[in-house]
């Protein structure tokens, strides 16, 4: 039984969340209102198997930690209301490319810029761990004693423009719906709580293999 979990509980809350989000901010339900409780609930559930299978026992309960974490992230992820809040201005007040494929299904239009934003992300954490001007913001990341589904917005404010501006800016450029990048937004930070979660799971395949 605890192998099928550890195998299940990835896809499982993942492909139910992504699945979830997309259908609701495709049906046309205010696109705040289909991310951010969402996100919060996903949170406590992840927060509660923490502490039923934890990897690793001695990062469950604070370690002094929890407010900090907790003011990294809601300053982080304001950070990316108001970028989605500037698209916005941004996309009525200025003429951009119309190379987004709109003519597509919602949720192939939200993996695309998915994609788009996820691939700048990988690019330049990448790059903070070569140069030394991006290791100095990005170090902060590396600082938790713990390892827990939280911390997973623990950086620096600057790093997080840094990191999230390029993809989301491209996303502008090429004509992407704002729905659509406020939905791939919301599917990354769920995976961000479990990039980092202290849950006994395994990936399998998914896995990226260890240097």
């Not at 911390?151 to 501006?165: C, F, P, V, W, Y």
Request: hydrophobic share 50%; proline share 4%.
């Amino acid at each position: 039984m605890k192998k099928v979990f550890q195998f299940g509980i990835y896809p499982i809350i993942m492909l139910s969340a992504s699945a979830t989000i997309i259908y609701e901010i495709g049906a046309g339900v205010n696109q705040y209102l289909a991310t951010i409780p969402f996100i919060t609930l996903t949170g406590v559930l992840i927060l509660l198997l923490e502490r039923w299978i934890p990897y690793e026992k001695n990062w469950v309960g604070s370690k002094n930690d929890w407010n900090l974490d907790l003011t990294y992230y809601i300053i982080n992820y304001s950070i990316k209301l108001i970028a989605q809040f500037l698209f916005i201005w941004l996309a009525a007040s200025t003429r951009f490319l119309s190379w987004f494929p709109v003519q597509l299904p919602f949720w192939m239009q939200v993996i695309i810029a998915l994609a788009i934003i996820d691939f700048f992300l990988f690019l330049l954490h990448w790059q903070s761990h070569k140069y030394q001007f991006l290791w100095k913001l990005h170090a902060i990341h590396h600082s938790s004693e713990r390892l827990y589904f939280l911390n997973g917005e623990k950086r620096h404010a600057l790093h997080q423009l840094i990191e999230g501006s390029p993809g989301i800016i491209l996303c502008l450029i090429i004509g992407t719906p704002q729905p659509v990048v406020v939905g791939a937004l919301a599917i990354l930070s769920i995976n961000m709580f479990m990039q980092h979660t202290n849950l006994d799971y395994k990936a399998g395949w998914c896995k990226l293999p260890q240097k």
